[in-house]
Nanobody, 123 residues
Framework: VQLVESGGGSVQAGGSLRLSCAAS????????MGWFRQAPGKEREFVAA????????YYDDSVKGRFTISRDNAKNTVYLQMNSLKPEDTAVYYC?????????????????WGQGTQVTVSS
């Protein structure tokens, strides 16, 4: 599966962005999907994940209540709606997936990754 992220950019604190992740190569409707982020000098960290059906979602405490992950299996696309953005949300955001019904909180639990999209939040 190939993943291509889009929707990143620069916003001021309090603003919103919507990231998209388009999958190709095969249908990903039976795959769990996630978003991770990596800031300069830091390890890649879990942001959000969704089960294969979209019925269950998981969030890191730092984004809970501000970010929403969703998926459209008919379009082979996963989304991350980011509201009330903070400067500490600045990072490269990566979309990822695994051929299992339920996601993982660890990056090594995933099988394929996108190239990442930069999100910069200024104060």
């Amino acid at each position: 599966v190939q993943l291509v992220e889009s929707g990143g950019g620069s916003v001021q604190a309090g603003g919103s962005l919507r990231l998209s992740c388009a999958a190709s190569g095969r249908t990903f409707s039976r795959d769990a999907m996630g978003w991770f982020r990596q800031a300069p000098g830091k390890e890649r960290e879990f942001v959000a994940a969704v089960t294969w059906s979209g019925s269950m979602t998981y969030y890191d405490d730092s984004v809970k209540g501000r970010f929403t992950i969703s998926r459209d299996n008919a379009k082979n696309t996963v989304y991350l709606q980011m509201n009330s953005l903070k400067p500490e949300d600045t990072a490269v955001y990566y979309c990822t997936g695994k051929s299992a019904l339920y996601p993982d909180y660890r990056p090594d639990g995933y099988e394929y990754w996108g190239q990442g999209t930069q999100v910069t939040v200024s104060s």
